[in-house]
């Protein structure tokens, strides 16, 4: 149901746009989030947005590079990555929360996307 989109391989530097679709096309009243996995690693909080934009939430190593919005009206949710490091290779995964505010704990989200790969070289 949650269909994430947009990885790729970049060199450092670099940019990429993520984007997770819901083809349900519920959640418009939820909070959405991002979040990552790199081998070998627990799967960790990346950024969250509120169910209306009005509220963003950022990890500490993204914020001022990732911005999150979303676009009720096409269910989808974007992750917009800038400046780009090796350290940012992951698998990226996109969630709907089970509430309207955002959150950074993985138990606060209820559906998951399966997850786009974003390989940044160095």
């Known amino acids: 149901q949650l269909q994430a989109s947009g990885g790729g391989l970049v060199q450092a530097g670099g940019s990429l746009r993520l984007s997770c679709a819901n083809s349900?096309?519920?959640?418009?009243?939820?909070?959405l989030g991002w979040f990552r996995q790199s081998p070998g690693k627990e799967r960790e909080f990346v950024a969250s947005?509120?169910?209306?934009?009005?509220?963003?939430d950022y990890a500490d190593n993204v914020q001022g590079r990732f911005t999150i919005s979303r676009d009720r009206a096409k269910s989808t949710v974007y992750l917009q990555m800038n400046s780009l490091k090796p350290e940012d290779t992951a698998v990226y995964y996109c969630a709907v929360s089970r509430s309207a505010v955002t959150g950074r704990g993985l138990s606060n989200y209820a559906y998951w996307g399966q997850g786009t790969e974003v390989t940044v070289s160095s």
């Open positions: 349900r096309r519920t959640a418009s009243n939820n909070a």
């Open positions: 947005i509120s169910w209306n934009g009005g509220i963003t």
